[in-house]
C-alpha cells in the first residue's frame, strides 16, 4: 500500500494463505504470513504479513543461510537497484553477490523488514482489521517481538541454523537478543556499532526526533493516512531526521567537509543557509519522503527499550549466555553508539574474541561507507561457521 498522503512505500499483495508463497514477488520482494502475533505488551497484531528477500541458494542440509538485520531507516532490500516495490537501491549493495564477501554462489543470504517497518511488513501504515491504517493504534513493538517475527520467517523457511547472523545499529541489538534467547539457532555473530542497552544519552536524542515529529500539526497524533499528498507530517519526520543525521556522522567529518561555507550563493548573514544546513536538508527530504512517521516512532522507541538483561538478571548474566562466536565492530568515530560500548560487549560476552575497530571520518554510517573494511570482517566471521562446537 502507498500511502494516500505521499509516497511512502509498497506493502505488498493481499494476504496469501497457508505458509509461505515464492510467487509473490515485487522487486524481488516476497511475502511471508506468519498469523497472529502477540507482542510483550500482550496485545495481538494479527494476520502479520513479512516482507523479504533472498539471495543464492539454500543447499541440500541447510547449512549455507545468513541473515542480515537491518538497521532502523533499512529494509530487506540489502542490494539490488532501485525498481518496483524499492524507493532506493540496496544499502549493502557492495557486501552481497557473487565474489562479494557474501557471495551468493556459496551462501543463501536472507534478509526480512521488521515488524512494525513500512517496508512490507505489517506496521502503522498497514490495514487493520477494521479496514482502516493501524496508525496511532499500532502497538508497541520491542527488539524480543521482532526476533519472534524473525524466528517465524527461519521456521517457515526450515532453517533451524544461521551459519551467520549479522547486522548494525538496531539490526546489532536484534543479533545479540537471537543469541541469547535462541543460542542453539546462531553459528556465529557479527555486530556493528551496536549495544547490549541503550543509555541515556541515546534515549534523550531518541525523544527529541519523537517530539519534532509529535509536534508538527500534519501528525495528527498518528492518524494522518488520508492527509492529501504533500501534507503529512514531513516537517516533523525532517527535524528528527536532521537530529539523527548529526549522531550518525562525526564532527570532524562535518568540518572538514563543509566548515562554515555557505551554500552555493546563500548569504547566511541574510537569510541564507550554511552548506552544513543544505546538507541536512537534502537528508530530511530524502527520508520524509520515502519512511512512515509512525514507524520512525515506533522503531526509535523500541531501541530506547532496549535492554538485552531486562528480564534475566541484568546485562552481564544475559551477554555471558553467548558462547558461541561473536565478532563485535566498532566505529572509530562513531558518537553515537561510541566503541566503549563495543568494548563492554567484548569484555562481558564470553563468545568474543577481541574488538574490531574500522576507521572511519564518517561516524556510525561508516558500516555503509566503509565495504571494503566490513566486508573483512564479515569474511572473518565466516571463516568461524567451520569451527563451532554444538551447544
Same mark, same amino acid.
Given at each position: 500500500?502507498?500511502?494516500?498522503?505521499?509516497?511512502?512505500?509498497?506493502?505488498?499483495?493481499?494476504?496469501?494463505?497457508?505458509?509461505?508463497?515464492?510467487?509473490?514477488?515485487?522487486?524481488?520482494?516476497?511475502?511471508?504470513?506468519?498469523?497472529?502475533?502477540?507482542?510483550? #505488551?500482550?496485545?495481538?497484531?494479527?494476520? /502479520?504479513?513479512?516482507?523479504?528477500?533472498?539471495?543464492?541458494?539454500?543447499?541440500?542440509?541447510?547449512?549455507?543461510?545468513?541473515?542480515?538485520?537491518?538497521?532502523?531507516?533499512? &529494509?530487506?532490500?540489502?542490494?539490488?537497484?532501485?525498481?518496483?516495490?524499492?524507493?532506493?537501491?540496496?544499502?549493502?549493495?557492495?557486501?552481497?553477490?557473487?565474489?562479494?564477501?557474501?557471495?551468493?554462489?556459496?551462501?543463501?543470504?536472507?534478509?526480512?523488514?521488521?515488524?512494525?517497518?513500512?517496508?512490507?511488513?505489517?506496521?502503522?501504515?498497514?490495514?487493520?482489521?477494521?479496514?482502516?491504517?493501524?496508525?496511532?493504534?499500532?502497538?508497541?513493538?520491542?527488539?524480543?517481538?521482532?526476533?519472534?517475527?524473525?524466528?517465524?520467517?527461519?521456521?517457515?523457511?526450515?532453517?533451524?541454523?544461521?551459519?551467520?547472523?549479522?547486522?548494525?545499529?538496531?539490526?546489532?541489538?536484534? /543479533?545479540?537478543?537471537?543469541?541469547?534467547? @535462541?543460542?542453539?539457532?546462531?553459528?556465529?555473530?557479527?555486530?556493528?556499532?551496536?549495544?547490549?542497552?541503550?543509555?541515556?544519552?541515546?534515549?534523550?536524542?531518541?525523544?527529541?526526533?519523537?517530539?519534532?515529529?509529535?509536534? &508538527?500539526?500534519?501528525?495528527?497524533?498518528?492518524?494522518?493516512? &488520508?492527509?492529501?499528498?504533500?501534507?503529512?507530517?514531513?516537517?516533523?519526520?525532517?527535524?528528527?531526521?536532521?537530529?539523527?543525521?548529526?549522531?550518525?556522522?562525526?564532527?570532524?567529518?562535518?568540518? @572538514?567537509?563543509?566548515?562554515?561555507?555557505?551554500?552555493?550563493?546563500?548569504?547566511?548573514?541574510?537569510?541564507?543557509?550554511?552548506? /552544513?544546513?543544505?546538507?541536512?536538508?537534502?537528508?530530511?527530504?530524502?527520508? #520524509?519522503?520515502?519512511?512512515?512517521?509512525?514507524?520512525?516512532?515506533?522503531?526509535?522507541?523500541?531501541?530506547?527499550?532496549?535492554?538485552?538483561?531486562?528480564?534475566?538478571?541484568?546485562?552481564?548474566?544475559?551477554?555471558?549466555?553467548?558462547?558461541?562466536?561473536?565478532?563485535?565492530?566498532?566505529?572509530?568515530?562513531?558518537?553515537?553508539?561510541?566503541?566503549?560500548?563495543?568494548?563492554?560487549?567484548?569484555?562481558?560476552?564470553?563468545?568474543?574474541?577481541?574488538?574490531?575497530? /574500522?576507521?572511519?571520518?564518517?561516524?556510525?554510517?561508516?558500516?555503509?561507507?566503509?565495504?571494503?573494511?566490513?566486508?573483512?570482517?564479515?569474511?572473518?566471521?565466516?571463516?568461524?561457521?567451520?569451527?563451532?562446537?554444538?551447544?
Amino acid at each position: 500500500m502507498t500511502a494516500p498522503y505521499g509516497p511512502l512505500s509498497y506493502d505488498g499483495p493481499p494476504p496469501a494463505t497457508g505458509a509461505w508463497r515464492e510467487g509473490f514477488d515485487v522487486g524481488e520482494r516476497r511475502f511471508l504470513d506468519i498469523g497472529d502475533v502477540v507482542v510483550e #505488551s500482550g496485545e495481538v497484531i494479527p494476520d /502479520v504479513r513479512v516482507a523479504y528477500e533472498t539471495w543464492g541458494t539454500l543447499n541440500e542440509d541447510r547449512s549455507n543461510a545468513v541473515y542480515i538485520c537491518h538497521a532502523l531507516t533499512g &529494509d530487506s532490500h540489502v542490494t539490488g537497484p532501485a525498481g518496483p516495490g524499492h524507493v532506493t537501491g540496496g544499502w549493502w549493495d557492495d557486501l552481497v553477490g557473487p565474489g562479494r564477501p557474501l557471495d551468493t554462489d556459496r551462501w543463501f543470504v536472507v534478509c526480512a523488514n521488521v515488524l512494525g517497518g513500512c517496508q512490507g511488513t505489517t506496521g502503522p501504515a498497514s490495514i487493520a482489521p477494521d479496514g482502516r491504517p493501524w496508525g496511532s493504534r499500532f502497538p508497541t513493538v520491542t527488539v524480543p517481538d521482532m526476533v519472534e517475527v524473525e524466528r517465524r520467517v527461519s521456521d517457515a523457511l526450515g532453517i533451524d541454523e544461521w551459519a551467520l547472523m549479522l547486522g548494525p545499529s538496531l539490526g546489532g541489538m536484534r /543479533v545479540l537478543e537471537w543469541m541469547v534467547a @535462541m543460542p542453539e539457532r546462531v553459528r556465529v555473530g557479527l555486530v556493528l556499532g551496536t549495544t547490549a542497552a541503550v543509555t541515556a544519552d541515546q534515549i534523550g536524542t531518541h525523544a527529541a526526533q519523537i517530539g519534532a515529529i509529535r509536534a &508538527d500539526p500534519a501528525f495528527r497524533g498518528g492518524d494522518f493516512y &488520508d492527509a492529501v499528498p504533500g501534507e503529512g507530517p514531513h516537517v516533523g519526520m525532517g527535524i528528527a531526521r536532521r537530529i539523527a543525521h548529526l549522531t550518525y556522522r562525526s564532527e570532524s567529518e562535518l568540518d @572538514m567537509r563543509f566548515g562554515r561555507e555557505s551554500q552555493d550563493d546563500e548569504d547566511p548573514w541574510d537569510g541564507g543557509r550554511f552548506a /552544513v544546513e543544505s546538507y541536512l536538508d537534502h537528508q530530511a527530504d530524502k527520508l #520524509s519522503r520515502r519512511f512512515d512517521a509512525n514507524t520512525y516512532i515506533l522503531l526509535t522507541q523500541s531501541m530506547s527499550l532496549f535492554d538485552v538483561g531486562r528480564g534475566r538478571g541484568g546485562v552481564e548474566e544475559a551477554l555471558g549466555r553467548i558462547t558461541r562466536p561473536l565478532v563485535v565492530v566498532a566505529l572509530d568515530t562513531d558518537r553515537l553508539f561510541p566503541p566503549r560500548l563495543q568494548q563492554h560487549l567484548v569484555e562481558t560476552v564470553p563468545g568474543a574474541d577481541r574488538l574490531h575497530v /574500522v576507521r572511519s571520518p564518517y561516524g556510525h554510517d561508516g558500516f555503509l561507507i566503509e565495504t571494503d573494511q566490513v566486508g573483512d570482517l564479515v569474511r572473518h566471521a565466516l571463516s568461524l561457521t567451520a569451527v563451532v562446537d554444538p551447544l
